[in-house]
């Protein structure tokens, strides 16, 4: 399970600062990027920044300071992206280690 995690924190970095910078906050009409736009990446992109939303939206504090608001989104995008990216490896873990049982020579031998 560790080694999920791990790898989890790590892969969600690079697909984090994707998110955040290239594909932008999709409600900005100043958006950076038109991948925005889409709905499936819009979608994506308030399920997993979701917790930063609702606390910009419930601090007037982080709505007056910009950059505390997007370290706060960028943080709460950067744990949605890892727990997701935890549970999609522990599900192909999960599926290989039934394969490989199906597929076990000793299993065909009872």
Do not use: C
């Amino acid at each position: 399970m560790l080694s999920i995690l791990k790898a989890a924190f790590i892969s969600a970095v690079p697909l984090e600062v994707i998110n955040f910078f290239v594909v932008g906050y999709p409600a900005d009409p100043r958006s950076v990027s038109s991948a925005s736009q889409y709905p499936a990446v819009a979608l994506q992109w308030y399920v997993f920044h979701l917790p930063g939303i609702i606390a910009s939206d419930r601090s007037a504090f982080l709505r007056e300071h910009n950059r505390l608001d997007s370290v706060v989104l960028f943080a709460a995008g950067y744990i949605g992206t890892t727990i997701f990216l935890a549970l999609v490896l522990w599900i192909v873990r999960l599926a290989l280690a039934g394969l490989h049982k199906l597929s076990s020579p000793l299993k065909h031998a009872h």
